[in-house]
């Protein structure tokens, strides 16, 4: 499961040749949460999850990896969270937040220290 959920950008459906055929032919999926923050759906679904409401962006990205698992797409002890940047901040609160949900976290190159990342 990837996200990202800040800043306004948007994630599109993408697929990754190599990694995706390798992926998809062990009987793996893979999927985007378009969670709030994103600019999925315009600027009130990215401003809802600044600030006092960024815990909404967690929380979404919580509920999509609860679905994949009710919908029986997978299982907890299967799932995986991955994200970079924002979207390590992001898995990184999933590790602490809602350990039960993942059975892996790939956090890369997080924005952990948000007080003083533009301090950089």
Known sequence: LY????FGISLSPWYMSTTGIAWLSKGGAYAIANIRGGGE???????????????????DF????EDLVASGVTTAEQLGAAGGSNGGLLVGNMLVQYPQLFAAIDCEVPLLDMKRYTQL
Do not use: D, K, N, T
């Open 41 to 59: 759906f315009g600027p009130s679904w990215h401003q809802s999850a600044m600030r006092e409401g960024r815990h909404l962006a967690y929380e």
């Open 3 to 6: 996200g990202y959920g800040g």
């Open 62 to 65: 919580a509920a999509v990896a």
